[in-house]
């Protein structure tokens, strides 16, 4: 059964960067797009970025826009989220999720995707 791991977060202070990293295991991932979600204590789960496979196209939650990059390694199937002076708010767990057939207007649904990592804690604190 296909798995996504994350890795990558901890605790940095206002301003910090951080690199998140998620990879899949347990056999092919099949899937068209990947993305990160985030989810705060007491919030709903949010959308963070995304990234298609076909072309590369990426896209950005405005919160995040011009601090936060998506990548990927088509060769080894992973996701990256290179994250830029970084505040307190994005403080949250980060999820890796990826889709077998993402449909365009639905890519920062959460519920359009079929597989999700189990997350990884970023905190950002002075």
């Known amino acids: 059964q296909v798995q996504l791991v994350e890795s990558g977060g901890g605790l940095v202070q206002p301003g910090d960067s951080l690199r998140l990293s998620c990879a899949s295991s347990g056999g092919t991932l099949n899937s068209n797009a990947m993305a990160w979600f985030r989810q705060a204590p007491g919030k709903e789960r949010e959308f963070v970025a995304a990234i298609r496979w076909n072309g590369g196209y990426t896209y950005y939650a405005d919160s995040v826009k011009g601090r936060f990059t998506i990548s990927r390694d088509n060769a080894k199937n992973t996701v990256a989220l290179s994250m830029n002076s970084l505040k307190p708010e994005d403080t949250a767990t980060y999820f890796c999720?990826?889709?077998?057939?993402?449909?365009?207007?639905?890519?920062?649904?959460?519920?359009?995707?079929?597989?999700w990592g189990q997350g990884t804690q970023v905190t950002v604190s002075s």
């Open positions: 999720v990826a889709a077998r057939g993402i449909i365009l207007s639905q890519i920062r649904v959460a519920g359009s995707y079929d597989y």
